[in-house]
């Protein structure tokens, strides 16, 4: 069975620092395409970075490039999600998802190309 568990959300003031990580489980994880997206109150989920697990090639989405870093720990089966600095623009849930690298050769960050979902981790940035 695929699992995606998200954790390392929280309350977090304007300035901060926030790792979000994404543990996989039920699937190989050489063989799929990791993605972080985030839905704030009233707005559509939008993608903001992904991972092959393969080989590490990695997108990151104009929006946030240059602030967000994503990585891959293959050995753990775990895609982080590293915010440096946070600002309340980022609140939001975030969730991780997947989908195999065949089907998403060009790390492509639209919600509905990813077949695999966690249950997401709230972030909450106070100004």
């Known amino acids: 069975e695929v699992q995606l568990q998200a954790s390392g959300g929280g309350l977090v003031q304007a300035g901060g620092s926030l790792n979000l990580s994404c543990v996989a489980s039920?699937?190989?994880?050489?063989?799929?395409?990791i993605g972080w997206f985030r839905q704030a109150p009233g707005k559509e989920r939008e993608g903001v970075a992904c991972i092959a697990g393969l080989d590490g090639g990695a997108y990151v989405d104009d929006d946030v490039k240059g602030r967000f870093t994503i990585t891959a720990d293959n050995a753990k089966n775990t895609v982080y999600l590293r915010i440096p600095i946070v600002e309340p623009e980022d609140t939001a849930t975030y969730y991780c998802a997947a989908v195999k690298l065949a089907k998403n050769p060009r790390l492509i960050l639209r919600p509905r190309t990813y077949d695999y979902w966690g249950l997401g981790t709230q972030v909450t940035v106070s100004s």
């Open positions: 039920g699937f190989a994880f050489d063989d799929y395409v």
